[in-house]
């Protein structure tokens, strides 16, 4: 059974940085997609980026320039997203994703909080 872990979320002020790490494990498909959503109380749950198993990534306008997804590819594989300039809309719980073999796989999420 695929497990996701994630890590590195907190409480951090406007303008502010962290970087959020997930950990990947049990991974049969070395063809795989792997990113970060969010979902804000009360709001569903959005795409903030993406990279594919080849690097190929995709961001969320809202995220753009400020946001970086990046993965390693090794017998675990892990992804991270280092989030700078962050800003109080930014807070949400976020959630590691990873999409192999015709399935999603969710982490159980990370919260994160931008004060202003």
């Known amino acids: 059974q695929v497990q996701l872990v994630e890590s590195g979320g907190g409480l951090v002020q406007a303008g502010g940085s962290l970087r959020l790490s997930c950990a990947a494990s049990r991974i049969t498909f070395s063809i795989n997609t792997m990113g970060w959503y969010r979902q804000a109380p009360g709001k569903q749950r959005d795409l903030v980026a993406t990279?594919?198993?080849?690097?190929?990534?995709?961001y969320a306008d809202s995220v753009k320039g400020r946001f970086t997804i990046s993965r390693v590819n090794a017998k675990d594989t892990a992804v991270y997203l280092q989030m700078n300039s962050l800003k109080p809309e930014d807070t949400a719980v976020y959630y590691c994703?990873?999409?192999?073999?015709?399935?999603?796989?969710w982490g159980q999420g990370t919260q994160v909080t931008v004060s202003s």
């Open positions: 990279i594919t198993s080849g690097s190929s990534t995709n």
């Open positions: 994703s990873l999409v192999a073999g015709g399935r999603r796989y």
